[in-house]
């Protein structure tokens, strides 16, 4: 385990979290702009830590573009002119991309133009967990990481660090849902390698963990 965290240097240029390269993008396809987040108001705090609980039991109503947007941007959105995030991350090297997956296809959270990027059609959700309620949700949130930004670390570091990051943004998740009212669940139950597959994933990418979004049955 490296404990040297305050020891370690700036990020290199190519480190930069405006940087990120979205390798498994198909150039042919365009972003799709969600509407620009709204960054105000929401439950205090406080509130918000009160409703926050894990769902298991979806309707399927989608999620506005707005609601979307806003989720997206609280989960692991730009919040400094210089580029950073919403949630904390390993040494400021841009590890996990946040997939989007829903009913209709598979994006890729660009945060720095706050877009989707396109990566695959078709329905996806069966394949991000094993429990039935992910196929049925309108919204699955995968966690994917680039172990080839983590070199400098053993294959076991790479993902004990990047679980972390999936952990700071998914508990962003919960708090933005518990404050607009959404149901959410944190997911390790994944069949990884066959979402790796399923999602056209590069050798060293690999799969963290999982978060449905949507609304509660009642
Ligand atoms: C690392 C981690 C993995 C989890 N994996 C699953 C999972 O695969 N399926 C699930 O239904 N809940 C999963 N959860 C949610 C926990 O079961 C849940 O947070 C815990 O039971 C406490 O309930 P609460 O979130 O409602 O407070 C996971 C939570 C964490 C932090």
């Not at 989720?71 to 919040?79: H, I, K, M, R």
């Not at 004990?160 to 990051?165: N, T």
Request: with cysteine; proline share 8%; net charge negative.
């Amino acid at each position: 385990m490296n404990t040297q965290h305050e020891n370690q240097t700036e990020p290199s240029e190519a480190a930069h979290p405006s940087a990120t390269p979205f390798s498994n993008v198909p150039p042919e396809q365009s972003p799709v702009l969600l509407p620009p987040p709204q960054k105000q108001g929401g439950m205090p705090l406080f509130d918000a830590l009160m409703l926050r609980h894990s769902t298991r039991e979806y309707t399927s109503q989608p999620l506005s573009p707005q609601t979307l947007s806003n989720l997206l941007w609280a989960a692991f959105g730009v919040n400094r002119p210089g580029g950073e995030r919403t949630a904390a991350y390993w040494r400021h090297v841009m590890v996990l991309d946040l997939y989007v997956v829903t009913a209709d296809g598979v994006w890729i959270y660009d945060a720095p133009n706050h877009a989707l990027a396109p990566v695959l059609k078709g329905d996806l959700r069966g394949q991000t967990g094993l429990q039935d309620f992910a196929a049925s949700a309108p919204l699955d949130l995968v966690y994917v990481a680039h172990g080839e930004r983590m070199t400098e670390i053993d294959p076991e570091e790479r993902h004990l660090y990047a679980s972390v990051d999936a952990g700071f943004i998914g508990q962003n998740v919960y708090l933005f849902c518990a404050s607009e009212g959404l149901a959410s669940v944190f997911r390790g139950s994944v069949d990884c390698s066959k979402l790796a597959a399923a999602l056209q994933l590069q050798a060293q990418q690999f799969v963290t963990f999982a978060q449905t979004v949507g609304y509660a049955k009642k």
